[in-house]
Each structure stands twice: as structure tokens, then as C-alpha cells.
């Protein structure tokens, strides 16, 4: 099963546009189900994640945690991703200070 692993410091005022751009799974190569774990270093920040035209999540702060999201504690996010669909979980940070993000991506071919 593929997993995607990002960690992203996000500066006072940005919004990180994909936390997972880049990665060799940002796209879906096949149809697939993605459960998704993030959370934020401190306080403040916001995730939003598409899979493809589906909005998974809207604009939400996700949890508080400095590790990486345990699997399958933290997974809350889940979608059907079809073959050629995107997936992008933006972070954005409106708070003075810089903010980690961390996320975790498993990827189960269907």
C-alpha cells in the first residue's frame, strides 16, 4: 500500500497551495481509496483537502499534535479518488508565527 509522508513549515500569513505536491502519488494513477491524517504543530492553521472535484474537507483546523498522525487513530479523512484525480490538502497558516504541518496519505488501489 502507498503512503505518502509530508511535513511542511508554513510561515506567518502563507497558504501552502498542496501539501502533498510533488509526491509521485498526487495523482491518481488508478481508481483508489486515500485516507488522509494531518495535523498542525501549534494552534492557528487551517487544511482544506480536494480528491479530484470532491470536497473532503472544508476549511477546518485540524489537530494539534507534534508527530506525525498515528495510523489508524488520526486517519479521518477518506475518499474515492478515480484515475487521473489530484489530491491536495492546502495549509494555510493566518497566525504571526510559523506552523508545521505534517500529513500522512494511505493509498489502497481499488
Avoid: H
Avoid at 498542525?40 to 472544508?58: A, R
Amino acid at each position: 500500500m502507498p503512503v505518502i509522508l509530508k511535513e511542511s513549515s508554513v510561515a506567518a500569513g502563507v497558504t501552502l497551495d498542496n501539501l502533498v505536491a510533488g509526491s509521485s502519488f498526487e495523482f491518481a494513477r488508478t481508481r483508489q481509496i486515500v485516507s488522509v491524517g494531518v495535523a498542525q504543530s501549534v494552534t492557528g492553521g487551517f487544511i482544506t483537502i480536494n480528491s479530484g472535484s470532491d470536497v473532503v474537507l472544508e476549511r477546518s483546523s485540524p489537530p494539534i499534535k507534534t508527530v506525525y498522525p498515528i495510523i489508524p487513530d488520526d486517519m479521518y479523512f477518506t475518499d474515492v479518488m478515480e484515475q487521473g484525480d489530484r489530491l491536495v490538502i492546502s495549509c494555510a497558516n493566518p497566525t504571526a508565527g510559523a506552523i508545521v504541518f505534517r500529513g500522512v496519505v494511505q493509498i489502497t488501489p481499488v
